[in-house]
């Protein structure tokens, strides 16, 4: 079976708190389960990055609903293709955003994990380097 890959951007419309993250999360994971799309949501300085990964009609199906949502705006495709395997096996959605005081801790833990992340393929390098980007902004 053919999982079909999906990296996108997009800015939060102002900066979220906990609670709306918490419900955003326990949404996709619910969608996401019950669509058998596996991946990696990523909340930092006010910017979403995400990689979905599944069969090509739900993960369509899910990025369309992303594209309504009026929780962010200014969405960019980054990647989308075909692929042999899933990355994000495990996980109906993986999830980070930093606690305000301990920011630093987690864009370095963030690097860390990004070093060991697998980047053989165009979606996951594109997911990566995108993460990495959003937390290197914040540093400068």
Same mark, same amino acid.
């Given at each position: 079976?053919?999982?079909?890959?999906?990296?996108?951007?997009?800015? $939060?419309? &102002? *900066?979220?708190?906990?609670?709306?993250?918490?419900?955003?999360? @326990? @949404?996709?994971?619910?969608?996401?389960?019950? !669509?058998?799309?596996? &991946?990696?949501? #990523?909340?930092?300085?006010?910017?979403?990055?995400?990689?979905? @990964?599944?069969?090509?009609?739900? #993960?369509?199906?899910?990025?369309?609903?992303?594209?309504?949502?009026?929780? =962010? =705006?200014?969405?960019?495709?980054?990647?989308?293709? +075909?692929? !042999?395997?899933?990355?994000? @096996?495990?996980? +109906?959605?993986?999830?980070? $955003?930093? *606690?305000?005081?301990?920011?630093?801790?987690? #864009?370095?833990?963030? %690097?860390?994990?990004?070093?060991?992340? +697998? %980047?053989?393929? &165009?979606?996951?390098? $594109?997911?990566?380097?995108?993460?990495?980007? #959003?937390?290197?902004?914040?540093?400068?």
């Amino acid at each position: 079976m053919n999982i079909y890959q999906l990296t996108y951007q997009s800015k $939060s419309i &102002g *900066e979220l708190d906990q609670d709306i993250l918490n419900l955003i999360l @326990e @949404e996709a994971i619910t969608r996401n389960s019950q !669509e058998q799309i596996t &991946g990696c949501l #990523v909340y930092f300085n006010g910017s979403f990055i995400q990689i979905l @990964e599944g069969a090509k009609e739900n #993960v369509l199906s899910t990025y369309d609903k992303i594209l309504k949502d009026k929780r =962010h =705006h200014l969405i960019d495709l980054l990647w989308e293709n +075909d692929s !042999e395997k899933r990355f994000f @096996e495990k996980w +109906d959605m993986g999830f980070f $955003s930093p *606690e305000s005081d301990n920011e630093i801790l987690f #864009v370095n833990n963030y %690097k860390l994990l990004s070093s060991f992340a +697998d %980047k053989s393929r &165009g979606a996951t390098l $594109s997911f990566w380097a995108s993460v990495e980007k #959003v937390l290197d902004s914040k540093l400068l």
